[in-house]
């Protein structure tokens, strides 16, 4: 026996339905179901297609996590799900079906936020959290740089993007070198056999004047649109557009900012753990440059999976059972879902 909280985490903020399991730090189930393909005609994530699917996916998803973990509902200790931020039709879903089961079951709800879920789920991996520790979110709907103190009550931050979210410039820029959606793991892929300096594209918010305001936000949309640019002159002049170092040059430009920003706010914070988390980590080059670099600085790099790094319901259920294991107080049954929690709530 085990007194460490069995926690079942439900994720539906955008458009993958998940359920993990956790006991303590231990995964024993992460179950996705996603819609991705029903959006990808469209080039992004239709919010009325996603809220439909998580309606359709959730009991499924649920019995196949209890499945895997060789659990029944009945035997866990507390429901967690992400309240927010995100689609509001979609969160809806995944926050009626927590609050049913916690409800039909007699157990404890927490309605926790998706980045801070982001960081709870490297502790699936690589064990308890450092504290204090730099972490830097970037997925296809955020990119922030984030000092978190104790992933349950405090974080802060201390930068984001003032336009484009990173995935969002590498889903822009795919779809301008007609890869498909989503575009990061296809950028990912296609960079490997181009060059990173054969075009040097602009790297956002890094001018000295810029870095007096902005000094650890980020800009991504001058990036993309010097991408396009670059794009439609090759094509107007008859030449033929070279997807991988379009693709490589590109990354590097995103790659560079990110990893500049992030190893700055660390140095400065004092702080000498960098945890990367969101969609985005999983980018090969992202987490190599990132280690490469923060090395000789000193700062550890922590990055989890890349199963792990796109969104999933194992992370609600890391962050929930942070939650029960440091005796936080569980939501009220009417917890709301909104669209747009600030990071700073990370439990509602
Ligand atoms: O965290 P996530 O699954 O969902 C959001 O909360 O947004 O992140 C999805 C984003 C997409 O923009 C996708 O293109 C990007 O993460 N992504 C990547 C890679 N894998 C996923 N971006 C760059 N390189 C990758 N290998
Ligand atoms: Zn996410």
């Not at 209890?66 to 039709?89: F, R």
């Not at 902005?214 to 990036?223: I, P, T, V």
């Not at 991408?227 to 430009?253: D, H, L, T």
């Not at 059972?321 to 005796?327: D, I, N, Q, T, Y």
Request: glycine content about 10%.
């Amino acid at each position: 026996m085990t007194d460490e909280p069995l926690v079942l985490g439900i994720e539906t903020s955008c458009d993958e339905t998940g359920v993990g399991i956790v006991r303590g730090h231990t995964l024993l189930a992460d179950a996705v179901a996603s819609s991705v393909d029903e959006h990808a005609r469209f080039g992004g994530v239709v919010p009325e297609v996603a809220s439909r699917a998580h309606l359709e996916a959730m009991v499924p998803t649920i019995e196949r996590a209890c499945e895997t973990a060789g659990i029944t509902p009945y035997d866990v200790d507390a429901i967690a799900v992400t309240s927010g931020p995100g689609l509001a039709g979609a969160l809806l879903v995944g926050v009626a079906a927590a609050k049913a089961l916690a409800i039909g079951l007699g157990k404890p709800l927490y309605g926790v936020n998706h980045l801070a879920s982001h960081v709870a789920v490297d502790q699936l991996e690589h064990g308890p959290l450092p504290e204090p520790v730099l972490a830097m979110l970037v997925s296809g709907g955020h990119s922030s740089l984030l000092r978190v103190e104790d992933v349950t009550t405090g974080v802060t931050p201390l930068g984001a993007t003032i336009d484009d979210a990173a995935g969002e410039a590498f889903d822009k820029v795919a779809r301008l070198l007609s890869l498909p959606f989503p575009g990061g793991p296809h950028i990912d892929r296609e960079a490997r056999s181009g060059s990173s300096v054969a075009i040097d594209f602009p790297r956002g918010l890094t001018s000295r004047k810029d870095l007096e305001r902005h000094r650890f936000d980020f800009s991504f949309s001058g990036l993309k649109t010097a991408v396009a640019r670059w794009v439609e002159a090759r094509e107007r002049s008859g030449e033929p557009v070279p997807v991988a170092n379009v693709a490589a040059s590109f990354q590097e430009a995103v790659c560079d900012v990110l990893v500049r920003k992030a190893l700055d706010a660390a140095t400065d914070q004092g702080i000498e753990d960098l945890l990367i988390g969101g969609g985005v980590a999983a980018n090969s080059r992202l987490r190599a440059m990132a280690e490469s670099r923060a090395e000789p600085l000193g700062i550890r790099v922590r990055v989890p999976r890349p199963g792990l790094c796109t969104d999933n319901g194992a992370m609600v259920a890391a962050l929930g059972a942070e939650m029960v294991a440091r005796g936080r107080t569980p939501s009220a049954l009417d917890l709301p879902a909104d669209s747009s929690q600030p990071v700073t709530s990370v439990l509602v």
